[in-house]
């Protein structure tokens, strides 16, 4: 079913042309047996029955060392290549590796070429592989573990979670967490880094996450919400899980009991509060809300449980048993909830593999919301892969779809298709570099960081621009015109146009809305007015028998007049920057629609 898409199938597609399908999984397997001697004593005198107990111990391939299993896929490879010479085959291997796969691939195609051996693989692709780590909430973390959730710690505790969870609950016994699991995290990450990709192949990423900045969720903001009443509403349930913040400490997750000891059986209950937090540096951001390939758990809830959140008792007909910790003891509570009595609520998924961590991103910028869409990081050298793919909004973790598997496609017979490069996305931050404001005869240097050295590049410049100077990098431009609130200069790269929006005076339009009363809002042309620099805004009413009330920050007004008949206002709005000053008049009435509507009673 992973290999199924858009009621496709991607094991059709490989086979219609042409290629063979070899699956390698990692089941759990039994590795050693442990003989413990069992010694019993009645009276003094030593009994042995059945002396000895057989403890089976097994290991999880499939969360094992990343390493180790980068020498069970040499194996593979090995095998596969003796059975292409076996059969007088010229053919080429290709190796896909979805989400730690992909590290196993590296790892173990790095390994054969460090070690001088031929792994004859031509292409491979990495699918939504974690290169720079991988996230699960560390707010969802902190409630497996103080909840003690059984299958949740398992999962936490492997030892490939451990290589891989850039935040996990191990890194710090306080409140706080900030790294990765002590003694793992960042050993094999350096190990990786060390390796680098394979040199003898094609190096290709299919990424699930966005390219173009877009975040999954609300950073701060609750992901998961959980409360019941029990005992006739005598005690109060809650807690609440976190999204990581974009900068700073902040809380993750929240545990509150308010339960007065009415009787015997809660007095060691009690009131308590449990929380956890967590530090972000500002120069990531928020790893939950990163752009990148999701598990869609909201998803399989709702299909799991037939009911849609926010979820009452009732919606999923079950009794809970609530196991409630109370310092390091469990109080557990086999109680019925009743209608209404229990509320759960999953509120929004959180990001697995960032987009930037499945692009193996080498720039200097580290935010993981970062729009790196609308250059070719190719050329800029700022992936270590040798093409990518990523979509526009954020999918479900290593998830098929039509968009990618025409790429993968294209890359097995060699077609060329080009990588992931979005020119309809907002080219005004960071591409064309240099001052948002422009005054009437002065000059400013505007530049970019091409593409490729060798990518033919143009400016253009709006008629209110005069060009001083111009080379495939920079430009020079001398505003002409004292009038003009706005101008433009365009770097033209092949078809890709990167435009940089520019202010003298400030550039402002309004909005008038609908109304009796009418709001009248002021916005920037192309830029914000705090990008404009305008640092002063004015509103003059020069008439009308209505009045103006101004919003703290002057971009707003509300007018107001005689709700028993037509009013109006006229007046202009001075903006000021460090350019100049842009006056726009405006003339308010009542629509007339809400004019009859507005009336007083009497009137109508």
């Known amino acids: 079913s992973r290999l199924s898409y858009n009621e496709e199938s991607f094991a059709d597609d490989l086979k219609s042309n042409g290629y063979d399908l070899v699956i390698l999984n990692f089941p759990i397997y039994e590795i050693d047996t442990i003989d413990h001697f069992i010694n019993i004593e009645l009276d003094g005198n030593p009994y042995f029955i059945n002396n000895v107990i057989s403890e089976v111990i097994y290991r999880d391939g499939g969360a094992d060392y990343i390493e180790r299993n980068s020498k ?33 691939v590296q790892h173990a195609l790095c390994e054969m070429e460090s070690n001088l051996e031929a792994h004859n693989v031509r292409l491979f692709f990495s699918f939504d592989g974690p290169h720079l780590g991988a996230n699960i909430s560390i707010g969802l973390q902190k409630a497996a573990e103080y909840f003690e959730i059984p299958n949740l710690i398992y999962s936490l505790n492997t030892i490939a979670a451990k290589q891989m969870l850039i935040k996990h609950y191990l890194a710090d016994s306080s409140e706080y967490t900030q790294g990765g699991a002590p003694g793992f995290r960042e050993v094999f990450q350096s190990e990786i880094n060390n390796i680098g990709f394979p040199t003898n192949c094609r190096n290709v990423a299919i990424s699930s996450g966005s390219l173009v900045g877009t975040q999954i969720g609300i950073p701060e903001a609750p992901m998961f919400q959980a409360s019941a009443e029990l005992v006739g509403g005598n005690v109060s349930l809650g807690t609440t899980i976190y999204n990581t913040s974009s900068f700073g400490s902040n809380l993750v997750f929240s545990f509150n009991v308010i339960s007065p000891s009415y009787t015997t059986w809660f007095t060691d209950l009690g009131n308590q509060s449990i929380t956890r937090l967590n530090s972000t540096d500002s120069n990531y951001g928020s790893l939950d809300n990163s752009p990148g390939g999701f598990f869609d758990i909201i998803g399989r809830a709702e299909e799991s449980f037939g009911a849609l959140f926010p979820m009452y008792l009732d919606d999923i007909s079950m009794d809970s048993i609530i196991q409630i910790h109370v310092e390091n003891n469990f109080l557990s509570l086999f ?19 960032p987009t930037k961590s499945s692009i193996a991103f080498t720039g200097n910028n580290s935010l993981w919301d970062e729009n790196i869409g609308c250059r070719d990081l190719l050329c800029t050298g700022e992936t270590l892969f040798d093409n990518y793919y990523a979509p526009l909004n954020n999918q479900e973790h290593a998830s098929l779809n039509t968009g990618n598997v025409s790429f993968a496609l294209s890359e097995l017979n060699q077609s060329g298709q080009d990588n992931s490069q979005y020119g309809s996305c907002n080219n005004d931050i960071g591409i064309v570099e240099g001052s948002n404001t422009i005054c009437f005869g002065n000059t400013e240097e505007y530049f970019i960081d091409t593409p490729c050295g060798e990518t033919f590049a143009a400016w253009e410049t709006s008629s209110n621009l005069d060009v001083l100077f111009e080379n495939n990098t920079s430009i020079v431009v001398q505003l002409n015109n004292s009038t003009d609130g706005s101008a433009y200069i365009n770097y033209v790269a092949d078809d890709v146009v990167f435009t940089k929006h520019i202010v003298g005076k400030p550039s402002v339009e309004y909005e008038i809305a609908e109304d009796y009363f009418p709001e009248i809002s002021l916005n920037g042309i192309y830029l914000d007015l705090e990008i404009q620099g305008v640092y002063s805004i004015e509103w003059i009413q020069t008439g009308g028998t209505g009045s103006l009330n101004i919003s703290g920050d002057n971009t707003t007004a509300q007018a107001m007049g005689s709700p028993n008949g037509p009013w109006h206002i006229e007046g202009y709005v001075n903006i000021m920057n460090t350019c100049g000053t842009s006056l726009i008049d405006f003339y308010i009435t009542p629509t007339q629609d809400n004019l009859l509507d507005c009336q007083p009673p009497h009137l109508t």
């Open 335 to 353: 109680l019925s909830l009743h209608s209404n009595a229990a509320i759960i609520d999953l509120k929004s998924n959180f990001c697995f593999v």
């Open 72 to 104: 069970v896929l040499q194996t593979l490879i090995r095998e596969i290549n003796a059975q292409l010479i076996e059969n007088n085959s010229i053919e080429e291997i290709v190796v896909a590796g979805p989400s730690m796969g992909a590290l196993i």
